[in-house]
Structure formats: structure tokens, C-alpha cells
């Protein structure tokens, strides 16, 4: 066979393309990574994705092998999560697809008229929102507290016959609030309303937590749940698992016809041939972590998150938001201190890069009430955390004494550049769509030109809070879709 390009140069490239990503390993990156520490797991799970390589997830009475992971993994879940033999589930490629099937089969089972309502706090994951916008229902966002917390009152107001699926977190991702999931998923139940438990982040790590109240299917009323995998189930990207209450319930996720000349197609996800490489990743972990492993991670974690928390709330101009459920937590300027005393969270983060770890910056938010969530700082713990706690808590205190009194920036220095005209008709609500050249050329005015990002990230979240949402949200289509144009 002659090669284009020989294997070796090829991942020669593909080794010079991963030097200049962000570290996975290590704790240095407090989100979208979640390492257990272990080498182990990582060569069993390479190991167990090259064995199904060629397999085509599609079929499972083809490639048996995928129908016993995924019952495998699928009963381990229920067990951990508290379901009984009437809880059945589907694994699927990640938190999304979870939550996304988990809309749709509330969608598909309610009975009223007109169209139906996701009822949510503000601060469920924006999957929910883009589950919404995908099929079609009503997107009702509740306000939450300062704390990042909801009033199970405010909720439960808000249930009517036109509610098709209500939707509480374990824990919420922006501040990693429990919400009032016994007292939601009551009284849902009593006016038959289904209720999704959020459990993308927490799923894996709060069946192990101290001190928490029940919030999986022990509690009467709730009929699915979504835990991922790829969290801190330690899992490759991308992998996670929905379980539903009732097997009448959870048929309306699937999909199947037999109306076309090809084979019958009968789909429990969205997609159709998938790799089976991240289920039986999956599998292989769990089979050799278990429980006991599972809950020796979970207690490091506990652990590192406890002292960061005393850490962050020590700092003078610095305050954790609410109170955190879980290895996550955010954080805030703390407002009851002189300004030339304060810390604010984006500089902080953009500090805390320089000195080799990567933070998560949070924009600020106007409710629908109109009460502002602030900006904010996210960190996400995970069990290698504790490995390198020293210098982690050394970056976070020397970068808040760094920045300390440097006032925010705010949407007049964002926008102070830009002709007056120009920013009038960036905020009129009558502005046109903007095209893809209008859009690039805006996000150059911006010093974001070339589809890169700047080096410090507090201008471009300033700018995100500074703007309408529609606009922002174009603005940042067009920069997402710029980096992958050749």
C-alpha cells in the first residue's frame, strides 16, 4: 500500500497539534476535564476502546457485545442512583444527548394541548435550553437566589396543565447549588408533571458526598435522570448515561420505523451507527473501579473542594457563592469590602493563568425579574486536585493579592472604542441579523479579529455581559465557526 503520508509523520503531527492544547492531565484545567489520577484507568479504558473499535453501535443483536455493556453499566447506574427494578435507561454520548432525549420523551408522553412547557430554574444547563429550541417547547426560567439557589415555592407556583417536563440539578454547574428536588418532584408528581433530575455533574460523585439529603430516584416523583460518565465516572468524552421511571415512559425516547426499502431501523439515542469506544471504556472502569473505587475518589475530591472553599473564603476582596454541593464551586467579588479591597473573579482567573492553572470565567446575568446574577469565577475538583492543592492554593492566593482593588470592566470600556452610531445600532432591538462578513468584521472592532481569542479572557466576558444575547450569541457563532475554517 503506498500512504499519502506515513503513519509516523502523521502522528507526529497529531503530537504537535496536542502540545499546544490545554493540559488534560495534571489539575492544571479546573473544568471540562475530569482526572482520576490514575494511569491505569487511562490504559485500560485505550485498551478496551481498541478492542471495539470496528463495532457499530447501531446494532446490538449484531454486536452483542454492546447490548451487555450497556446493561452493565446501565444496572450499575440504577443501583448507585437508587432505582428499583422499574427504572430502566439508555447510555448515550454525553450529558446533551442525555438531557435532550430526556425532553423529548416528556414532550412525547404529555397530554395537554397547545404547546408545552420546560420548567426550569435559570440555572439548569443550557442543553435544556438548546432541548427546547430543538423540539419545539416553551422555555420557563425561574429566577434563583443571589446564592445561586431556588425557591422550591416559586417552582411549584409555576406548575400548570401546559408543563410538560419540570427540571431540577444535582447540583447545579454555574454554583453548584442542590436545588429543592424532594419538594419540586412531590409536588410534580401530584399534578402528574414528569421531573428530570440533573445529575450530569453530581451523578457519579454525590452517592459518596457527606451530609446530603436524598436527591436521586429515592425521591417519590422523579421519572428520569441524566449522570454522566465522562465525569467522574473518569470515562473518555463521550459517554453518559438517562435513566427513566417506567418502561411505558421510556419508550417514547426511542425512535424506529420501518417505512423505508433499507433495514428496520429502531434507534434508544439520537444517533444511529456510533462507536461502542466509549461505552466499553466505560464498562472497563466501572467494572474495575466499583464502588469502594468510586467512593475513594469521591473522598479526595470532598476533601480538595472543603479546603479550596476555606481557601477562596479566607481571601480578603474574594467570597464562594452560596453553599456548594459537590467538587464545584464558584466565586464572586465580595461586595461588603471597600472596592480598592476587592477582587474581581475574571482578573483573578486571568492571573491564576499566569501561574499555570486554568480557571473558569462565568459571565454576569439579568434575570427575568431583574435581578442580576454577578460574574463570577468556576472550579470544578477532581481527584488528582489534591496532588498538586499546594501550589494550587499558592496560585490563587498570590493572583488575588496581585489584582486586588482593580476595578472590573465594564460595558463603557468595552464599548467606548466604538463609534456612538455604531454601538446605538448594536443595542436596538430592530438591528437586522448580522451576515457571517459583518459579524467577523465586528468581532475585529472588538480586538478579537482573526477568529482567535484574546490571551485575557475578562474583556470578551465583559463585552459578552455588555451586549443583548442575540447579539453576543451571533458574535460568538461566528468566532467558534471561524477556528474550524481552513
Not at 450499575?76 to 430526556?102: I, K, M, Q
Not at 416553551?138 to 446564592?147: A, E, H, Q
Request: net charge negative; proline share 7%.
Amino acid at each position: 500500500m503506498i500512504f499519502q503520508e506515513q503513519p509516523a509523520d502523521i502522528l507526529a503531527r497529531l503530537a504537535e497539534l496536542r502540545a499546544a492544547d490545554a493540559p488534560t492531565h495534571g489539575g492544571r484545567v479546573l473544568s471540562y476535564v475530569y482526572d482520576s489520577g490514575l494511569a491505569e484507568l487511562d490504559e485500560l479504558a485505550a485498551a478496551a476502546i481498541r478492542a471495539v473499535q470496528p463495532v457499530n453501535g447501531l446494532d446490538p443483536t449484531t454486536f452483542t457485545s454492546v447490548a451487555v455493556m450497556e446493561r452493565d453499566v446501565v444496572a450499575f447506574a440504577r443501583e448507585l442512583l437508587g432505582g428499583d427494578e422499574d427504572v430502566v435507561g439508555s447510555v448515550t454520548t454525553g450529558g446533551t444527548e442525555s438531557c435532550l432525549l430526556a425532553v423529548k420523551t416528556a414532550r412525547d408522553n404529555w397530554r395537554g394541548e397547545g404547546t408545552p412547557r420546560l420548567l426550569a430554574p435559570v440555572t439548569v444547563h443550557a442543553a435544556f435550553q438548546k432541548a427546547a429550541h430543538y423540539f419545539g417547547l416553551t422555555l420557563d426560567l425561574v429566577p434563583v437566589l443571589p446564592s445561586g439557589a431556588v425557591d422550591a415555592t416559586t417552582i411549584i407556583e409555576r406548575m400548570d396543565v401546559d408543563v410538560a417536563l419540570v427540571v431540577v440539578s444535582a447540583p447545579s454547574y454555574p454554583h453548584a447549588a442542590l436545588d429543592p428536588i424532594a419538594q419540586v418532584a412531590a409536588a410534580a408528581l401530584e399534578r402528574g408533571i414528569d421531573c428530570h433530575v440533573d445529575a450530569c455533574i453530581g451523578g457519579w460523585v454525590l452517592p459518596f458526598w457527606s451530609e446530603i439529603e436524598d436527591w436521586d430516584f429515592r425521591v417519590l416523583g422523579v421519572t428520569s435522570m441524566s449522570a454522566d460518565l465522562h465525569k467522574f465516572g473518569y470515562s473518555p468524552k463521550g459517554v453518559s448515561v438517562l435513566l427513566q421511571r417506567g418502561r411505558d415512559r421510556q419508550r417514547s425516547q426511542y425512535f424506529a420505523t420501518t417505512r423505508w426499502p433499507g433495514y428496520p431501523v429502531v434507534n434508544p439515542t439520537i444517533l444511529g451507527s456510533k462507536s461502542a469506544g466509549a461505552l466499553a471504556a466505560a464498562w472497563a472502569i466501572l467494572r474495575a473501579l466499583g464502588k469502594p473505587g468510586l467512593a475513594e475518589l469521591s473522598a479526595s475530591c470532598e476533601r480538595s473542594a472543603r479546603e479550596l472553599v476555606e481557601t477562596v473564603s479566607a481571601i480578603e476582596g474574594l467570597r464562594v457563592v452560596g453553599s456548594p454541593v459537590g467538587p464545584l464551586f464558584a466565586v464572586a467579588a465580595d461586595d461588603s469590602v471597600a472596592p480598592e479591597r476587592r477582587v474581581d473573579p475574571h482578573h483573578w482567573a486571568d492571573q491564576v493563568r499566569g501561574h499555570g492553572f486554568l480557571l473558569q470565567l462565568q459571565p454576569a446575568l439579568v434575570q427575568s425579574d431583574g435581578a442580576v446574577l454577578p460574574h463570577t469565577t468556576h472550579l470544578t475538583i477532581t481527584p488528582v486536585t489534591e496532588r498538586v492543592l499546594p501550589e494550587l492554593i499558592a496560585a490563587l492566593t498570590t493572583a488575588a493579592d496581585q489584582v486586588r482593588g482593580v476595578a472590573p470592566i465594564t460595558a463603557d470600556q468595552v464599548l467606548g472604542s466604538l463609534p456612538p452610531a455604531l454601538v446605538a445600532s448594536l443595542a436596538s432591538p430592530d438591528a437586522p441579523p448580522l451576515d457571517s462578513a459583518t459579524a467577523f468584521a465586528l468581532l475585529g472592532e472588538f480586538g478579537i479579529g482573526g477568529g482567535e481569542l484574546p490571551e485575557r479572557m475578562a474583556p470578551l466576558l465583559a463585552l459578552i455581559s455588555a451586549l443583548p444575547a442575540a447579539l453576543t450569541e451571533r458574535l460568538l457563532t461566528e468566532l467558534i465557526a471561524r477556528t474550524f475554517e481552513a
